[in-house]
Nanobody, 122 residues
Framework: QVQLVESGGGLVQAGGSLRLSCAAS????????MGWFRQAPGKEREFVAA????????SHAEFVKGRFTISRDNAKTTVYLQMNSLKPEDAAVYYC???????????????WGQGTQVTVSS
């Protein structure tokens, strides 16, 4: 069993920054992918970014490229999402997840955190 705990959400003004963290525990993670997804009220959950624990290869959704960066600290088994130049439309609950398949697909992830709220004021 894997436990994922997100933190770092909050209220920020447009143009500001936040760094989300996802602490993972429960077993060895090296072969897995870690993803960040978000869900705003009334909208479907959407892919934000993902990274492979072992290789560090990463992917970001087009709408966050140049603003958000995913990274990981293997020693701390923690994944981060640095979010800069935040926009009101970035407001959502952000979830981290662990999986093995296509990292843009939420259905490919087996374990999910509880989510952390990000609010961006205009």
């Amino acid at each position: 069993q894997v436990q994922l705990v997100e933190s770092g959400g909050g209220l920020v003004q447009a143009g500001g920054s936040l760094r989300l963290s996802c602490a993972a525990s429960g077993r060895t993670f090296s072969i897995y992918n870690m993803g960040w997804f978000r869900q705003a009220p009334g909208k479907e959950r959407e892919f934000v970014a993902a990274i492979n624990w072992k290789s560090g290869s990463a992917s970001h959704a087009e709408f966050v490229k140049g603003r958000f960066t995913i990274s990981r600290d293997n020693a701390k088994t923690t994944v981060y999402l640095q979010m800069n130049s935040l926009k009101p439309e970035d407001a959502a609950v952000y979830y981290c997840a662990e999986g093995l398949g296509r990292w843009t697909e939420a259905t490919e992830y087996s374990f999910w955190g509880q989510g952390t709220q990000v609010t961006v004021s205009s």
